[in-house]
């Protein structure tokens, strides 16, 4: 599997051979580690990463992932940096093309991040936009493959938040990988329909089901019970509206119970605001794997950049 020079936007530019690559790479990454084994795969690579909004796991990330296996990385922060606002998106990313081998960006506009790739002429990778965060779908995918053996076929159900970020990636990832994908959401927070019908188009091929409901009945079965943020990073005035629409759609011990399987798992990309989208006793509990998948984030992304960039 030859994925170098390519960048990471979204999820619907991989064949799911491909991100079962990145995911199993992964995974090798995440043992050698383990055994204190790193590489320099990333030696001699100068790689520059932009976050307009903040974040501890997707910056750690990186930065850890550059560090083991050789690479220098120059964080650039919102206050430190001209992107589209004093100096254009399309300026800036022929300027830091020419002096870096790759671009992380974190921000608000998919525009943003899809133009940075098509000027700077270096693989750029995805670290969240408004519309999807590719990165963590890999991480909450290795998480369920080492938990469960493997994905095709697991019932995944998102409560929550149907139309941000972590949805749209979710649907668009399970789709790929023909793991079965049901939203829960309130009518007015439904995802969007072209994502759906991209989604579906996806799992038909791969033989999994994408379903859209707004019954809370239907998390029966789940293998996986997994949720977000209410609002997500530049959505903060819609706080008070968010928590009456979606108070229903809590995560708590009574929804887990609903699963109607002991087996069932609780998943966050976290951070998460407990006593809103979860409940602390099911953030806390057993079945709750938030924190190998917080881990994964850290093996997922260092496979990103060595498939795209390392020697
Ligand atoms: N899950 C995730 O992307 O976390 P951060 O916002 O801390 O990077
Ligand atoms: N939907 C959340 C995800 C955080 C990782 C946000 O965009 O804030």
Redesign the pocket.
Same mark, same amino acid.
């Given at each position: 599997m030859n994925l170098k020079g390519r960048s990471f936007l979204t999820l619907k530019d991989f064949t799911p051979e491909e991100i079962q690559y990145l995911i199993d790479l992964a995974a090798d990454l995440k043992a050698k580690k383990k055994k204190g084994i790193t590489g320099q795969s990333l030696k001699g690579k100068n790689i520059a990463l932009i976050f307009e909004?903040p974040s501890t796991r997707t910056r750690c990330a990186f930065s850890v992932a550059c560090n083991d296996e050789g690479g220098f990385h120059e964080y650039l922060g919102r206050s430190e940096i001209q992107l589209g606002s004093k100096e254009s998106v399309k300026d800036t990313a022929r300027v830091l093309g020419r002096m870096f081998d790759a671009i992380e960006f974190r921000g608000f506009s998919h525009k943003h991040v899809e133009m940075l790739a098509q000027y700077s002429g270096v693989p750029v990778w995805n670290g969240?936009t408004?519309e999807y965060?590719p990165t963590?779908i890999l991480a909450d995918f290795l998480t369920l493959q080492e938990h469960f053996g493997y994905l095709k076929g697991l019932n995944f159900v998102y409560m929550g938040?149907g139309r /941000? /970020? #972590?949805a749209n990636s979710l649907m668009i990832g399970c789709g790929k990988m023909g793991v079965n994908c049901t939203i829960i959401a309130p009518k007015e927070l439904w995802p969007n329909e072209e994502i759906v019908g991209q989604s579906r188009e996806y799992s038909a091929a791969a033989g999994s089901v994408i379903t859209i409901t707004d019954d809370i009945s239907a998390v029966k079965g789940a293998d996986c019970v997994y949720t977000?943020?209410w609002c997500? #990073?530049g959505e903060e005035e819609k706080a008070a509206e968010r928590v009456s629409l979606l108070r229903p759609y809590q995560v708590n011990a009574q929804v887990m119970e609903t699963t109607g399987k002991d087996s069932s798992v609780f998943m966050h990309?976290?951070?998460a605001v407990k006593g809103n989208e979860v409940t602390e006793d099911v953030f806390e509990a057993d079945y709750s794997i938030v924190f190998d998948e917080a881990e994964n984030r850290m093996h997922t992304i260092k496979a990103v950049m060595v498939a795209t960039l390392g020697e």
């Amino acid at each position: 599997m030859n994925l170098k020079g390519r960048s990471f936007l979204t999820l619907k530019d991989f064949t799911p051979e491909e991100i079962q690559y990145l995911i199993d790479l992964a995974a090798d990454l995440k043992a050698k580690k383990k055994k204190g084994i790193t590489g320099q795969s990333l030696k001699g690579k100068n790689i520059a990463l932009i976050f307009e909004k903040p974040s501890t796991r997707t910056r750690c990330a990186f930065s850890v992932a550059c560090n083991d296996e050789g690479g220098f990385h120059e964080y650039l922060g919102r206050s430190e940096i001209q992107l589209g606002s004093k100096e254009s998106v399309k300026d800036t990313a022929r300027v830091l093309g020419r002096m870096f081998d790759a671009i992380e960006f974190r921000g608000f506009s998919h525009k943003h991040v899809e133009m940075l790739a098509q000027y700077s002429g270096v693989p750029v990778w995805n670290g969240l936009t408004d519309e999807y965060h590719p990165t963590q779908i890999l991480a909450d995918f290795l998480t369920l493959q080492e938990h469960f053996g493997y994905l095709k076929g697991l019932n995944f159900v998102y409560m929550g938040d149907g139309r /941000n /970020n #972590m949805a749209n990636s979710l649907m668009i990832g399970c789709g790929k990988m023909g793991v079965n994908c049901t939203i829960i959401a309130p009518k007015e927070l439904w995802p969007n329909e072209e994502i759906v019908g991209q989604s579906r188009e996806y799992s038909a091929a791969a033989g999994s089901v994408i379903t859209i409901t707004d019954d809370i009945s239907a998390v029966k079965g789940a293998d996986c019970v997994y949720t977000d943020v209410w609002c997500s #990073m530049g959505e903060e005035e819609k706080a008070a509206e968010r928590v009456s629409l979606l108070r229903p759609y809590q995560v708590n011990a009574q929804v887990m119970e609903t699963t109607g399987k002991d087996s069932s798992v609780f998943m966050h990309c976290l951070p998460a605001v407990k006593g809103n989208e979860v409940t602390e006793d099911v953030f806390e509990a057993d079945y709750s794997i938030v924190f190998d998948e917080a881990e994964n984030r850290m093996h997922t992304i260092k496979a990103v950049m060595v498939a795209t960039l390392g020697e």
